[in-house]
């Protein structure tokens, strides 16, 4: 659903990061953004609640490469992580073109990893999606705790269709950026194949 803006030559590409509360979603974002060139960067933009401690979302243009003599700008966002945020989630995925979720690795926050992936594939459908045909990859963040759970288990509840997945430690950047350059990377192709 990328958007094309023909006066500024721009393909706007919108990638999701989806995953339950505290999972570090917002970090990710984060450390992106600070670690991007200013001239590459529009503002971050955020919106918090007074329930939640984690961004209702974050916007971060970020250029990339060309295609067909167009620039690709992607938009990156965060969803609440709280289930009572659902209506906002569904808008945020709206148009998306890319879908990112963080994984909490930490063992005692496996149900809420579950329940934050079953919520994601059940709101894409409600709008015309299947997360199985769309850019999508995983990321496992907190590995770096010692109550993380092993590779292979979240693996196995996580990722079932065996999508591309990363070990990360977010606050260090541990993983960030290879997870950012690999769903940027299954859009454009997608964008390529005029997808």
Request: charged share 25%.
């Amino acid at each position: 659903m990328s958007f094309i803006n023909y006066s500024s030559r721009e393909i706007n590409c919108k990638i999701v990061y989806y995953g339950p509360g505290l999972c570090g979603k917002t970090t990710n974002l984060q450390y992106i953004y600070n670690k991007t060139n200013p001239e590459a960067k529009g503002k971050m933009i955020s919106l918090a609640t007074e329930t939640e401690r984690t961004l209702f979302f974050d916007f971060l243009p970020l250029s990339l490469g060309e295609i067909r003599g167009f620039r690709t700008r992607f938009h990156l966002y965060t969803v609440p992580g709280q289930v009572f945020y659902d209506a906002s989630r569904k808008l945020i995925l709206k148009g998306v073109d890319g879908v990112c979720f963080v994984g909490d690795s930490q063992v005692e926050r496996m149900e809420a990893n579950i329940e934050s992936l079953d919520n994601l594939r059940t709101n894409l459908q409600e709008q015309g999606y299947d997360l199985d045909k769309l850019p999508y990859v995983v990321q496992y963040n907190k590995r770096d705790l010692p109550n993380a759970a092993p590779l292979s288990e979240l693996e196995e509840l996580l990722n079932p269709t065996k999508v591309q997945a990363f070990e990360a430690v977010a606050p260090k950047g541990v993983g960030v950026f290879d997870t950012l350059k690999a769903v940027a990377k299954l859009v454009l192709t997608e964008l390529k194949k005029g997808g």
